[in-house]
């Protein structure tokens, strides 16, 4: 097992006799990493198998494509729940002077709301036919999947 710097920490604590609230601490930490690194070796088996993967991918989502057609050269990324409106995890790419923009996200089943962000400014999407409102008093563009 690969060891991060705070599982190391952890181990010590635990080691170290500090409290038992410590040793949890790093049982807890080591039982996710087990946890992580078995999940990450069964998609690496769904990957490996070709079919898996799409098993799997239809279970967990559905592709979905967002286009936006702005300024060539801007600089566009996408928002919403399914990223925490974090829209720097997701920038646009663009067909160079075209200014035709797509990203494309595996999303869960579920009503998603979302926008763009174009040079900084937040924008609905011009082609989306549901909107709702948001905290902010503007917006949102929604998609079900």
Known sequence: MRDFPFLAYARHMADTALSD??????????????????????????IKGGEGMKQE????????????????????????????WKYKRH???DNPDSGHF????????GRHEYK?????EWRVDPNC?????????????VIAV
Do not use: C, D
């Open 21 to 46: 609230g410590a040793r949890s601490l790093y049982e807890g930490f080591e039982r996710q990493e087990r946890l992580r690194t078995g999940y990450a070796r069964e998609i690496g088996k769904s």
């Open 116 to 120: 763009f962000v174009v040079n900084g």
């Open 57 to 84: 991918a239809a279970v967990k989502g559905k592709k979905v494509s967002f286009l936006l057609e702005t300024e060539p050269g801007s600089s566009v990324y996408l928002a919403g729940t399914f990223n925490n």
């Open 129 to 141: 036919p549901e909107w709702v409102p948001n905290s902010q008093g503007t917006l949102n563009s």
């Open 102 to 109: 797509k990203a494309t996200l595996v999303l869960p089943p």
């Open 91 to 93: 920038p646009m790419r």
